[in-house]
């Protein structure tokens, strides 16, 4: 999965079943949604494990949006594949 936009869908299913929402829009704040650093601790747990990307807690608060987080998994990938 490379692609921008399935990878901000897989995002945006993450954010939705972390934080039991049905919806969750691209540039919605993770932390306005009720979602706090625990939750943040589950979602890049499960970036990792189903993305295969490792996104640091620090950089997710920096980006907490689906837009933001998708950016950082591409970006990761990015710098995987170049090592």
Avoid: I
């Avoid at 972390?18 to 993770?30: A, Q, T």
């Avoid at 979602?43 to 807690?57: I, M, Y």
């Amino acid at each position: 999965m490379s692609n921008v936009e399935d990878v901000q869908e897989s995002v945006r299913e993450m954010f939705a079943g972390v934080l039991n929402l049905e919806k969750v829009d691209l540039d919605d704040d993770f932390f306005a949604l009720g979602g706090h650093s625990l939750t943040a601790g589950r979602l890049t747990g499960r970036v990792k494990r189903e993305l295969g990307v490792r996104v640091a807690l620090s950089d997710f608060f920096s980006e907490p949006t689906v837009r933001g987080l998708s950016e950082l998994v591409l970006a990761a990938r990015q710098v995987r594949s170049t090592s």
